[in-house]
């Protein structure tokens, strides 16, 4: 599986082919950004014009598109599935709704190809840095298949269960992402408030009973971490816009299954204010805004 057809060139999918490239595998992409398009071609991406042609003579196809009606559409609303060759394996890397996983792989079970789902977890840092978390729903089959190509772009490769369980799992950790995100912003800034310096409370949080992800990789407060989207205006990263859509799933998938999330809910209020003000194109720690004003 050495040549590789990539739809999707945007903040996550751009550095993941790239990654794909670095490797040694032939990679094939396509974007209807044309932005992303010169951005993947200066890393070495061959640019196809259009889909048909990007499939013509590949191995494996990867997707990474924004939400579930990109997914369907280019999948079944294009009849895609009845023009790849039923050697292809197919890869969904995007997050969307797990009945729309479930939809498009059972279509194209049915026209005799392989297909998972592997939305990531790791953000815009871990595709460039090759390090992402594929979480992933399909057969054994196909995940054993799809785990060498998916090894080249991150560490670890977790199998949830059949199609859709990726998604399902994605979700989840992308509710709790956004819970403990709001949490620390919170948390810094009534510290901050109340006299501490914003590095000296998340240096203790961080050592204590407190402590998570966002605090060890992805600090909200601007001027901690150099690198993080806090100390860079908020741009970049995992935008507002996506977690609320992420949230949304959430939301959806609670309901279908009469689950009870009122954190997450509560999550999705403070994202829909931010989006509400605006600020949907920065990143998702820009929370951080909210509490401190």
């Known amino acids: 599986m050495n040549k590789i057809g990539f739809i999707g060139l945007g903040n996550m999918g751009g550095p993941m082919a790239s990654n794909l490239v670095a490797s040694g595998l032939s990679v094939t992409g396509y974007d209807l950004n044309e932005e992303a398009n010169l951005l993947a071609k200066d890393n070495g991406i ?36 009845d023009k790849l060759d039923k050697s292809i394996l197919i890869i969904d890397c995007s ?11 059972s279509a194209a079970k049915e026209k005799g190809l392989e297909m998972i789902d592997a939305p990531v977890s790791g953000g815009v840092a871990g595709a460039h840095a090759g390090t992402l978390t594929f979480i992933t ?7 054993e298949l799809a785990t060498p190509v998916l090894k080249k772009m991150g560490n670890q490769v977790l199998h949830a269960g059949n199609n859709g369980s990726g998604q399902i799992a994605k979700i989840c950790n992308n509710m709790l992402l956004a819970v403990h995100m709001c949490g620390t912003a919170e948390a810094i800034a009534l510290g901050v408030k109340n006299g ?12 204590s009973s407190g402590n998570n992800w966002s605090l060890e990789k992805y600090n909200p407060f601007p001027g901690i971490m150099p690198n993080a989207p806090s100390s860079n205006e908020y741009k970049g990263g995992f935008l507002n816009k996506l977690m609320l859509k992420d949230l949304g799933l959430a939301a959806q998938i609670s309901k279908n299954s009469d689950a009870e999330t009122p954190m997450g809910d509560k999550a999705r209020e403070l994202y829909e204010e931010l989006s509400e003000l605006g600020l949907g194109e920065l990143d998702f720690s820009s929370i951080q805004k909210k509490y401190n004003n």
């Open 196 to 207: 501490l310096d914003p590095s000296v409370i998340s240096k203790i949080m961080q050592s």
């Open 137 to 143: 729903g399909g057969s054994p089959k196909s995940i």
């Open 95 to 105: 997050t969307i709704a797990p009945e729309i996983s479930v939809k498009v792989a």
């Open 46 to 81: 061959q640019i196809s014009s259009n889909i048909e042609s990007l499939i013509e003579d590949i191995d494996v196809l990867i997707t990474m598109l924004p939400a579930s009606e990109h997914v369907e559409k280019v999948y079944l609303g294009e009849n895609l599935l």
